[in-house]
């Protein structure tokens, strides 16, 4: 069943605006990785919170969890046009220490120049 | 280069043939996958292997095959397949299968078109 769903499913912006997606997910999660797609290529890992952290930051990035909302959200500051890419969110819900990453449909961002 | 490779990189492939994907890792990893991607879908996991041995098979039709001969490589053997399986398959590795704290790595996938 899917676990993460990003929201919004597009969005497209100027070059040096912020891009926020969000992620929500249904069950009790031991961490959250966010990925990024360029078209036509394998996704890529960019960070990974874990459920006890609140916030975390790689580069440009900004991730946040809200673990009581059963949210999360990644921020990208002052985009770049090479920001232009799917994100997904995974979650790892596994228990028993055995776990598999369970993705979303992503959020495609568009930054025009 | 993202230390997963895949071949080929496009296949075009009628429902009466047989083929194969190939994926290898040169990361020294010990887990692999395969992944289906499919448009306005979720990435759906296929298959993983961990230390060689098949650890999970989320419901994959016979037509697709999995093999791992070693933890470098991965081949999805394909068969008798049908339209609706046409999609990007991707591969991925990561430290071990099961360490949801392990980031995974992906290939850059192959592009399948079943006619």
């Known amino acids: 069943s899917q676990q993460g769903e990003e929201d919004p499913q597009a969005l497209s912006i100027q070059e040096g605006e912020n891009a926020t997606m969000n992620c929500s997910y249904k069950?009790?999660?031991?961490?959250l990785q966010w990925y990024r797609q360029n078209s036509g290529r394998g996704l890529v890992h960019l960070i990974l919170i874990r459920s006890n952290e609140r916030e975390k930051h790689s580069g440009r990035l900004r991730v946040t969890l809200d673990t009581s909302k059963k949210s999360s959200s990644l921020l990208i500051t002052a985009s770049r046009a090479a920001d232009t890419a799917s994100y997904f969110c995974?979650?790892?819900?596994?228990?028993?220490?055995?776990?598999?990453?369970?993705f979303g449909k992503g959020t495609m961002l568009l930054v025009s120049p | 280069e993202t230390g997963v490779t895949q071949t080929p990189r496009h296949l075009v492939m009628g429902m009466t043939n047989k083929k194969s994907l190939k994926c290898e890792q040169h990361?020294?990893?010990?887990?692999m996958y395969w992944y289906k991607q499919s448009a306005k879908k979720p990435l759906e996991l296929m298959f993983v292997y961990n230390f060689k041995e098949q650890t999970e098979n989320n419901s994959v039709p016979s037509r697709f095959s999995p093999e791992c001969p070693n933890s470098s490589h991965l081949f999805l053997h394909l068969h008798t397949l049908q339209p609706e399986d046409s999609a990007l398959y991707l591969c991925a590795s990561s430290q071990e299968a099961g360490l949801g704290n392990s980031p995974l790595h992906f290939g850059n996938g192959t592009r399948l078109t079943v006619t």
């Open positions: 995974a979650t790892d819900a596994g228990n028993s220490g055995y776990s598999t990453l369970t």
């Open positions: 069950t009790s999660i031991n961490n």
């Open positions: 990361l020294g990893h010990n887990a």
